[in-house]
């Protein structure tokens, strides 16, 4: 059974940065890939970053390029989601996914945390 736990989100103003971390129960986290989404109020979720199971290769959603910087640390069994110069609309939901393959979309993705609120104030 494979189990991912993602920290407390938070409220944060808009500007101010947060990070993420995700702690995946997976004997071989090695032989996956890593993902965070998101899902604001009334929309549907959406790719945020994924990165390889080595950390060669990562991928960003065009609206958080350049302010979020995904990360995974093998040896803890944990991937991180750095947060930058945030905005009100980055409120939401974020979750931790694995998966066989770094794609932005969901499928690939087969075990899921239980996601964590962002919050930002404008």
């Known amino acids: 059974q494979v189990q991912l736990v993602e920290s407390r989100g938070g409220l944060v103003q808009a500007g101010g940065s947060l990070r993420l971390s995700c702690v995946a129960s997976?004997?071989?986290?090695?032989?996956?890939?890593m993902a965070w989404f998101r899902q604001a109020p009334g929309k549907e979720r959406e790719f945020v970053a994924g990165?390889?199971?080595?950390?060669?290769?990562?991928a960003y959603a065009d609206s958080v390029k350049g302010r979020f910087t995904i990360s995974r640390d093998n040896a803890k069994n944990t991937v991180y989601l750095q947060m930058n110069n945030l905005k009100p609309e980055d409120t939401a939901v974020y979750y931790c996914?694995?998966?066989?393959?770094?794609?932005?979309?969901?499928?690939?993705?087969?075990?899921w945390g239980q996601g964590t609120r962002v919050t930002v104030s404008s």
């Open positions: 990165i390889s199971w080595s950390g060669g290769s990562t």
């Open positions: 997976i004997s071989t986290f090695t032989s996956y890939a």
């Open positions: 996914a694995a998966g066989n393959l770094l794609r932005e979309t969901s499928n690939p993705y087969n075990w």
